[in-house]
């Protein structure tokens, strides 16, 4: 979406139309075939800076860009917190403006901060994507939880996807929520109330607390990590009542007659929302993911910075 | 000319003489006076704000009590109730002295401190309210503004000791462990957004005590900027059964709504947070069926490193003083919610009435006799936010580019000429000490004579 500043910039799916994403994804499968060849780059965006700016920790989508960003001959940085400026009190505006002075063209921002993002754009004469804003939005993870679930399933619409877990903090559920609505597939929301929030029936999910439900239900199971740091926040009571209800043990999967495209968008918690054996026996989906992500972030790198200016 | 709300509402010559309205009447004759054109406005009283953060002592990059006294007399106001939570807080007889005094120094209009309600705003001790309430700055309002007394013993004491020396209590009543960490009303727009929300109950719940508490001790109990249809009917339903509650509502609450948070802008980040549609709607069926009392403006002026900042760590409120009126005609009276005579009554003889401001001597009244304290506005003139253009020495306000209707021309403390054609008088030294404001049909007379 071109901001005021005339970059494009990728900040959430809510700004995306159906149209967009489509656009996106068919990029993505061509991307994903330079990952495949011996010599695995592509001149695509040859001298231009891209910013990893991640202000929290992160492993994968920090190193799933930089890849991206080096097989399109990018050149690419990496900025982390604990060695930052900021760490010294510099404001993310200042550290905004600061990078952008040294010829970036675009900022990749993982923040703890929603909107984050945005407010970014207000400040930086470059293009910025949104790699995780708080409990926001992660659209690049969306869109390649949409390529993985094409890929496999043959198409979007229609579907129905289960998410279980942390509804309420997770910007990954929003993101997906937003990009299958807007494809057309169905969602249900599996989790306790205490986890969900408010309203959140208006983004055009439908909303459960029975995993038995959602099973019987879904073409797609998809599970988030179980975020250790909220058990005693009074949102459930621990671990193993959280496995109980809405773990994808042995059990459950093996008394499953039609089995779901179980995904996971990791790290994940084996034993807690997925049981050790289930977790090997769909590892191909989940790796499959992280793959796709490649191709993913290259086409968004691709579509907000080659596509426009070229 | 209209003056009111007196009763007298019609066209008139005020004559300003000695810091006093000297005469009203038809006709005045100019003699040496200088001469303002009021045609086509409404003279009222000086406004007062109830609910405003001057900053001084201890933030003085955001405010002071002089850029906030400029503020408030660009917007209209003779009067400016400032809120306790300085640094070091306004907890005692010195502080409240020191602060009053700035304002008279000033001398733009009165700068009257509220004082806290426990010592170091920190709900554990009770702050001398004796002390503060005999001292030159007359404190009878006290509140912990920002730091709800969270401690429902603590509350109650406070309520009984300040029923003691005729204070009044001003609560920001909040049930701190539902609202914890949240950046903004909660329901559909925090989850779109993924803010951490603060329930509409949080305010509910807090409200709710206070007036358990305001009834079992008698004492006056202030309700600040409320924001929830919920809270509007507990003091609706503890007005009916003769409770001694009162409450406001800030500008921003009545003007503004969740959704605009679309977007991260940090201007609209309040608390207590903006809230749905629906509330809203509640506040303003409030405004107009008298349940709530009074207009404030809960004035909060930040450094702007404090708000182009991320969200979760921008400071919450807006400043105020400079668009209350424009909001409140535009708004209120403009869509039919309150006339114009209860809109100006809400920001003049209410909170003068809630604050006993006779005890200063000030009488919020266009009446012969009575201190010039008047605010010459007119209440067609269509103008455009510009903050760049405000008075106070911060421009967060969520209000730039708007246009509004209903705009300051005049203001008049103690018979100076303060604010002239919406601007400052070119220094204090030079006000005139005389001045008579004259209107009419069509009356074109702009001639100033000393």
Redesign the interface.
């Known amino acids: 979406m071109p901001g005021a500043s005339g970059h494009k910039h990728l900040l959430s799916i809510?700004e995306l139309d159906c149209e967009e994403i489509y656009k996106l994804l068919d990029s993505a499968r061509s991307f994903a075939e330079v990952s495949n060849r011996p010599v695995k780059k592509v001149p695509a965006l040859r001298g231009r800076t891209i910013v990893n700016l991640f202000l929290e920790p992160s492993t994968r989508t920090r190193m799933s860009f930089e890849v991206a960003a080096k097989r399109l001959s990018a050149d690419v940085m990496n900025f982390a917190t604990s060695d930052s400026s900021l760490s010294k009190g510099e404001?993310?505006?200042d550290t905004g403006k600061t990078i952008v002075a040294m010829g970036v063209d675009a900022v990749v921002i993982r923040?703890k901060?929603?909107?984050?993002p945005?407010?970014l754009t207000e400040?930086v004469d470059c293009s910025v994507i949104n790699a995780g804003?708080?409990?926001?939005?992660h659209p690049t993870q969306a869109l390649l939880d949409l390529f993985t679930m094409r890929e496999r399933l043959g198409g979007l619409e229609g579907l129905n996807v289960a998410i279980v877990g942390d509804i309420d903090h997770s910007?990954v559920a929003?993101s997906n929520i937003h990009a299958l609505g807007k494809v057309g597939a169905n969602v249900m929301l599996v989790a306790p109330r205490s986890l969900l929030?408010?309203?959140?029936e208006?983004?055009g999910a439908r909303v459960t607390g029975s995993l038995d439900e959602a099973l019987n239900w879904c073409d797609v199971l998809y599970l988030l990590r179980i975020q250790m740091e909220r058990v005693n926040q009074s949102r459930f009571p621990s671990l193993r009542e959280y496995t109980l209800q809405y773990g994808l043990t042995q059990t459950r999967w093996n008394r499953l007659k039609r089995k779901p495209l179980v995904m996971h968008p990791g790290p994940m918690n084996r034993g807690v929302e997925i049981a050790s054996g289930v977790a090997d026996e769909v590892e191909s989906v989940i790796t499959g993911q992280v793959s796709a992500g490649v191709a993913v972030r290259m086409a968004v790198l691709y579509d907000v910075l080659g596509g426009s200016r070229g | 000319m209209l003056t009111f709300p007196q009763g007298f509402a019609g066209e008139a010559d005020i004559k300003v003489k000695g810091g006093l309205i000297q005469k009203i009447g038809r006709g005045l004759r100019a003699e040496s006076y200088e001469v303002l054109d009021a045609s086509g406005c409404i003279v009222a009283p000086g406004l007062v704000e109830m609910h405003a953060h001057l900053r001084e002592p201890g933030m003085e990059y955001k405010e002071d009590v002089g850029s906030g006294s400029r503020a408030a007399a660009c917007g209209g106001y003779s009067a400016v109730f400032c809120m306790p939570n300085t640094d070091p807080p306004i907890d005692n007889s010195s502080v409240a002295e020191y602060v009053f005094d700035r304002g008279e120094d000033e001398g733009l209009c009165m700068v009257l401190p509220h004082g806290a309600v426990t010592q170091g705003r920190q709900g554990k001790a009770l702050a001398p309210m004796g002390e503060m309430g005999t001292c030159r700055a007359h404190v009878k309002g006290f509140s912990d503004d920002g730091s709800p007394v969270a401690d429902s013993e603590i509350m109650r004491r406070a309520m009984e000791y300040a029923r003691t020396f005729d204070a009044l209590i001003i609560s920001h009543s909040e049930e701190p462990s539902l609202s914890a960490d949240g950046q903004m009303n909660e329901g559909y727009y925090s989850t779109f957004l993924g803010l951490r929300g603060i329930p509409p109950e949080s305010e509910r719940i807090g409200v709710f005590r206070d007036i358990c508490l305001a009834e079992k001790t008698g004492a006056h109990l202030h309700l600040a900027h409320l924001s929830t249809a919920g809270s509007v009917e507990l003091v609706r339903d503890a007005k009916k059964r003769g409770l001694p509650v009162t409450c406001e509502v800030a500008t921003h609450h009545f003007s503004l709504d969740d959704s605009s948070l679309m977007g991260y802008d940090t201007n609209l980040k309040m608390n207590p947070p903006l809230r749905s549609k629906a509330d809203v709607a509640a506040l303003l069926e409030a405004l107009s069926d008298g349940t709530i009392d009074v207009i404030a403006t809960d004035h909060a002026p930040h450094a702007p490193h404090e708000k182009e900042t991320e969200f979760d760590r921008a400071e919450f409120g807006c400043v105020g003083l400079e668009t209350a009126l424009g909001l409140v005609i535009t708004k209120l009276v403009g869509e039919g919610v309150l006339s114009m005579e209860d809109a100006i009554s809400k920001m003049t003889v209410a909170p003068a009435r809630l604050m006993k401001m006779e005890r200063w001597g000030y009488l919020p009244a266009v009446e012969e006799g009575l201190p010039a304290n008047l605010v010459v506005f007119d209440p067609e003139e269509e103008w455009t936010v510009d903050p760049a253009a405000f008075k106070s020495r911060s421009r967060n306000t969520p209000y730039a580019g708007w246009s509004l209707r209903g705009r300051v021309k005049h203001t008049i403390f103690r018979g100076a000429l303060v604010v002239k054609d919406g601007e400052l008088t070119a220094g204090r030294d030079a006000v005139l000490s005389q001045v008579k404001t004259r209107g009419g049909n069509g009356q074109k007379q702009s001639q100033a004579n000393r």
């Open positions: 809510s404001s993310l505006k923040c901060s929603a909107g984050a945005h407010l400040w804003d708080g409990m926001h939005e910007r929003r929030p408010e309203r959140v208006e983004m």
